[in-house]
């Protein structure tokens, strides 16, 4: 009896990651469509269940709902777990490790500027001008990788540093310009 359950486990265990496997190669939206047509089957398959929904549906709406409506909700509900099921198999390892490349980019970005800024504001502090207040960007980048945000974010962040670089390029005169933009290449 044990080993027949074992073995029945198994076999479903290899039928269901092969049917994964399937869903990674196909294109992402015939995979989502796939999706909502097993949950689909599968609500027609477990009859008990949708009696069930039926139940709690009409209970929790008494007459509002017609027969048809709770039919519909049930099986749009099934469809979407379905969907919901395939999307979270689509999600690969490798995404993880390009979100990974991505980060290591930015933080290699992240530190190719700030030595720039460096160079840049030792250059403006001996001309006399007032240097860019930049010298935490190291840490509130560091802060932002650790807390997963969002690569548009960071990207973001970046940008409005650009920006200020921009800004002090244009107040400063073309000679001056000239030194630092020597030092920043």
Not at 130 to 152: F, K
């Amino acid at each position: 009896m044990i080993l027949r359950k074992k073995t029945r486990h198994l076999l479903e265990f290899y039928a269901v990651w092969l049917l994964a496997a399937f869903i990674r190669l196909l294109p992402a939206r015939l995979a989502i469509r796939l999706g909502r047509f097993l949950g689909a089957v599968t609500g027609r398959l477990i009859k008990e269940r949708m009696r069930l929904g039926h139940e709690n549906l009409k209970r929790a709406f008494g007459d509002q709902l017609s027969h048809e409506e709770r039919c519909r909700i049930l099986r749009s509900l099934m469809e979407l777990l379905g969907e919901a099921l395939v999307e979270s198999i689509i999600v690969m390892p490798e995404d993880v490790e390009i979100k990974e490349r991505q980060i290591n980019q930015l933080q290699d970005e992240a530190q190719s500027l700030t030595d720039k800024l460096d160079a840049a504001n030792a250059r403006l502090s001996e001309l006399g001008e007032e240097p860019m207040i930049v010298s935490q960007m190291p840490r509130i980048m560091a802060a932002m990788l650790t807390e997963n945000r969002d690569v548009q974010q960071i990207n973001d962040t970046f940008g409005g540093l650009r920006r200020k670089i921009d800004r002090v390029e244009t107040e400063l005169t073309e000679g001056q310009i000239a030194d630092i933009n020597v030092i920043i290449k």
